[in-house]
């Protein structure tokens, strides 16, 4: 046990105690320290030295440290490694009792509470989500809330299903929920011990809001949204000691407003991440040329909440069609937009108290633009874009105020002081005005000390330790005079101080500090003045992001060829000449091949698509399932026509990697899709299915195939079912709702060309030779299985014939062998004689050995 441990180390033992699940980030001075297992932690995962305190004791404590002025990359390792960390300033108020600096955290930073822009994305949000499950019912509550912006949002669901198909459309960087067996694994989760009672929900949203109860926030009889919004808002300013003003509303959604997509769907579509993780050659990268960051981020929110509205919809593609009419006014409303800083981030910084003068300056900037887009926008051309202008507040006194008050371009940080411009304070004027003629002072005292003492290379120097000095050479130093005072003796010079140049000092630093403090006192002022129109800024600020994105969607359409689609209530989808929208990005001008696919009436469910490997059926199956998401995004889409029957939700089954860790097979996985599928598929949603019961036999896969396809015609479900089976092409003549089409290839002159084009039937054969030898195959190799398949293929096959009534069908595959085991059966062995009996097990030995 450790003994006499210093006042400091007290200090850092208490709050380290309040703060046992982070790393404590101790300020001391220059640097943050941090002790004992904080220590070993940091050093590890940072790569910092490992050295110790105390070191001559009988217990060194261990310790590292950062620079104050780089944490913030430190701090970025630690959350991506899922560590938390608080943050422990020493205060302006100076020492304690016991002679301490006061110290106490002024925030708590992981994963869901990142502010610094250095720590987030600029083109995504970074959600905090809590989550309240009541033990008694299915209900579920959700809440989340962006603390760099303000954004804060609420719903509930009535099935775990639906929890998950949330918190995957969401995609929160943390989770606060008391029992976290709900949670699925891949998620950083705070777990909670004891969960809010609804009295207290109530008085944490109503004091914050500044309510009398919780009617206004859409909250009434919602028992587990209410519980989780408090629970998350609670948990924000238990961490953030920054004021949250820029939390300005709660949204409730109803999340039946929205297409599902699912994890497996966004991962499969590549919406935002490529298969090989990348960011690049996804929908999002090729749809995402806005010109702002919030515009970006709701570009992201758009495409992860698709609307279901036929209304909503129309709005959004009647604005991308008005401004595409419109290209002068485009181009010029693109570059007004591309003047614009993130002014959301920068309100929540302001509200927060972080905000840099900089940052004002650029708000500043910003609403000058919004008068300009205004006059852009004609409220004659779109409902929405009407509606959008009429929420633009220019905030013209705002404006003026900021631009009255500051430099136009002063210094990041508010200590290094030529922030306030000039006649806002008198008395800060004076002080600028001292400290300018101080050079001026100084080079004149210098002139008359050369003069009084004959030294010619006398000078007035200064530093942080001795101040202001005067310096003369070892050789002329016996020409000082008697009131110089001696101050320190270098090699080759003495240096002393006169009572008038330390009477100057004192009044220039005097002043210095004083144009510090009278600056951060205005600054302050300047910054409280404007989180009064923190409400005022957000409106108009949402405008803006909501017009850059249109505005993005009308220069994509342009620029891409992407035609309005129609949106209707029914199950019909016809596109004509679609175009897979990343896909036709990465290839030469001209060289995608577009494709058409038309599901009409209440009847049409399935088409079925065989053709080989690498022939484009995955492609053309992901291209329709993107077009329906970013019709109703809001977006035109790459066709020549299309028209979308409002889809609920996107299912893909394509492909399956080993979940191995997870304990899960390829079979399984791809099973557990398949059920996914089957049980919550509704004749709205639209299935893309590339090869069912490839993970076992082929009489099983074969068998589960055929069942999966009826059971979804059965269920009227608009499904793209892509497979090498090539029996199941039958099922077209016993359903008529089934469709037969194939990815075309020409052989012409023995050689094999994958056309890439779609057309109605089946084709017979998947040329997996022919693509193992493209894949570099050895030749030898090759050319067995060329050998190997011509033997497979004298075996006849036939389709199953499924009878409804009875549990008994013919076999499903027939073999050469099936005529000699028919024989065999009505073989009479009581009347057969034994030299008829040898004739007849010679033949059938014959025919089995020589079976042509």
């Keep these: 046990m450790m003994t006499n441990i210093t006042p400091m180390m007290q200090q850092y033992r208490t709050i380290k105690e309040q703060h046992k699940d982070a790393i404590l980030f101790y300020r001391m001075g220059d640097f943050y320290e941090m002790f004992h297992e904080d220590a070993r932690e940091a050093s590890r995962i940072l790569g910092i030295a490992l050295t110790t305190r105390d070191k001559n004791k009988d217990n060194p404590v261990p310790m590292c440290g950062v620079p104050y002025h780089s944490a913030s990359a430190y701090i970025s390792r630690l959350i991506r490694m899922g560590m938390k960390v608080a943050i422990c300033e020493q205060s302006q108020s100076g020492a304690s009792e016991r002679g301490l600096v006061h110290r106490e955290v002024v925030q708590v930073i992981t994963p869901g509470l990142l502010t610094d822009d250095r720590h987030l994305l600029n083109d995504r949000a970074n959600y905090l989500m809590a989550v309240s499950k009541n033990p008694r019912q299915e209900m579920i509550g959700v809440a989340f809330i962006d603390i760099s912006t303000g954004d804060f949002r609420a719903t509930e669901v009535a099935s775990s299903l639906d929890f998950i198909n949330e918190l995957h459309r969401v995609c929160p960087s943390e989770i606060i929920v008391t029992d976290t067996r709900i949670i699925p694994e891949g998620f950083f989760v705070t777990p909670v011990s004891v969960p809010l009672e609804t009295e207290r929900a109530v008085e944490i949203l109503s004091e914050h809001f500044g309510t009398v109860g919780i009617d206004g926030l859409g909250l009434k009889d919602r028992d587990e949204a209410l519980t989780a919004s408090a629970m998350v808002l609670d948990y924000v300013r238990q961490t953030q000691k920054a004021a949250l003003a820029h939390i300005t509303a709660l949204r409730f959604y109803n999340p039946g407003r929205f297409m599902i997509l699912g994890s497996t769907t966004t991962r499969n579509l590549e919406l935002f991440d490529a298969i090989t993780g990348e960011k690049k050659n996804t929908l999002f990268s090729v749809l995402n040329h806005t010109c702002t960051s919030m515009g970006a981020r709701k570009l992201a929110d758009w495409m992860c909440f698709p609307h279901m509205d036929i209304d909503g919809i129309s709005r959004r593609h009647d604005a991308v069609e008005a401004l595409c009419a419109r290209k002068d006014l485009l181009s010029g409303l693109r570059v007004l937009l ?479 062998y099936s005529q000699i085991i028919e024989e065999l059966l009505h073989i009479d062995v009581e009347r057969l004689r034994p030299i008829d009996a040898i004739s007849i097990l010679q033949s059938l030995k014959d025919r089995v050995l020589n079976p042509d």
């Excluded at 959301?344 to 000058?368: K, N, T, Y």
Aim: proline share 4%.
């Design 338 to 816: 591309g003047g614009i800083p993130d002014m959301e981030r920068i309100i929540g910084r302001i509200c927060a108290g972080s905000a840099s003068p900089r940052d004002i300056v650029a708000l500043g900037g910003g609403l000058e633009q919004v008068p300009r887009i205004q006059e852009m926008i004609d409220p004659a051309s779109s409902g929405l874009l009407a509606e959008l202008r009429e929420r633009l507040d220019d905030l013209d006194e705002v404006r003026s105020r900021i631009f009255r008050t500051l430099v136009p371009d002063p210094p990041n940080k508010l200590s290094d002081t030529g922030v306030i411009a000039s006649g806002v304070d008198e008395e800060l004027d004076d002080l600028r005005l001292l400290r300018r003629d101080s050079k001026q002072y100084l080079a004149s005292l210098e002139t008359r000390e050369r003069q009084a003492t004959g030294i010619n290379t006398l000078k007035i120097g200064f530093n942080k330790v001795f101040g202001y000095y005067i310096e003369v050479s070892k050789a002329t130093a016996e020409k000082a005079p008697q009131h110089y005072i001696r101050k320190q003796t270098l090699t080759n010079a003495e240096r002393y101080i006169t009572p008038e140049l330390k009477e100057y000092e004192a009044k220039l630093l005097g002043a210095q500090d004083a144009i510090t403090q009278i600056e951060m006192r205005i600054f302050a002022e300047l910054r409280e003045y404007l989180v009064g129109f923190t409400v005022e800024l957000k409106r108009t600020v949402d405008a803006i992001s909501s017009i850059d994105v249109l505005a993005n969607f009308a220069q994509v359409a342009l620029e891409y060829g992407y035609a309005r689609p129609e949106i209707t209530l029914d199950r019909t989808m016809e596109i004509i000449s679609g175009r897979h929208p990343v896909v036709e990005r990465v290839l030469k001008s001209g060289e995608f091949v577009p494709n058409s696919c038309s599901f009409k009436g209440e009847r049409d469910t399935i088409h079925i698509i065989t053709g080989p490997n690498m022939a484009g059926k995955s492609t053309f199956m992901r291209q329709v399932a993107l077009i329906s998401l970013m019709a109703q995004m809001g977006s035109f889409v790459p066709a020549r026509e299309a028209t979308i029957g409002i889809v609920d939700r996107i299912f893909t089954r394509i492909g399956a990697l080993d979940n191995l860790s997870a304990g899960q097979s390829t079979f399984l996985v791809e099973m557990s899709e398949t059920a996914d599928i089957l049980n919550n598929a509704t004749p709205h949603s639209l299935v893309i299915l590339d090869e069912i019961g490839r993970g076992t036999s082929t009489y099983d896969g074969m068998s589960l195939a055929w069942a999966v396809a009826e059971y979804l015609d059965k269920q009227c479900i608009r499904t793209f079912f892509a497979t090498h089976y090539h029996e199941l092409a039958d099922l077209a003549r016993r359903h008529q709702g089934i469709k037969n089409y194939h990815m075309a290839v020409d052989e012409t002159g023995g050689e094999v060309v994958f056309l890439r084009a779609l057309k109605r039937g089946a084709i017979g054969r998947s040329y997996g030779i022919h693509v193992a030898r493209l894949a570099g195959i050895p030749e030898e190799v090759v050319e067995k299985a060329r050998i190997l398949l011509a033997g497979i293929g004298k075996k006849s096959r036939t389709v199953p014939v499924v009878h409804e009534q009875g549990p008994v069908q013919q076999s499903l595959f027939e073999d050469e």
